[in-house]
């Protein structure tokens, strides 16, 4: 992950982007193990393939229209995001696509923390 001028990491962690939905549909491409990157501007999550860290996807924390911590035992970080700002390096997404909202969950150790963290940055970003 390359942080951007005037960027500055957050958090970091293994965790499991346990869904993606896309126009009501899981997109399978974005899901799965990888690295997630809080920083004060964007959420990233990236995973090893041959050897190279690539990009699953990434947003700038503005797109975020929700964010809530799910589940006592299940901690999952689950965020409503505007699909016009979503990239991605392992998913071709045509512009008809980045209409609307996509819903993500993602399975991490302190959703709480996270939510906490993305609600206050998407607020001054």
């Known amino acids: 992950m390359i942080l ?16 993606f939905k896309w126009a009501g549909s899981p997109e399978e491409a ?5 690295k997630v ?6 959420l990233i999550v990236e995973r090893e393939s041959e050897g190279k860290s690539v990009r699953v ?13 799910k589940g ?3 901690k999952i970080l689950s965020l409503e995001v505007n699909l016009s700002q979503v990239e991605s390096d392992v998913k071709k997404i045509s512009s008809s696509e980045k209409k609307g909202f996509g819903t993500l969950q993602i399975k991490v150790n302190d ?4 939510a906490s ?7 001054k970003t």
Do not use: C
């Not at 990157?37 to 964007?42: E, I, K």
């Not at 963290?117 to 607020?123: P, V």
């Open 4 to 19: 951007k001028s005037g960027e500055e990491k957050r958090q970091e962690e293994e965790a499991t982007v346990q869904e």
């Open 111 to 114: 959703p709480k923390a996270w």
């Open 37 to 42: 990157y809080l920083t004060t501007h964007r």
């Open 57 to 69: 996807f990434e947003f700038p924390l503005k797109a975020v229209q929700q964010v809530a911590a």
């Open 117 to 123: 963290e993305i609600g206050f940055r998407s607020r």
């Open 72 to 74: 006592f035992f299940s």
């Open 30 to 34: 974005l899901q799965g193990k990888g």
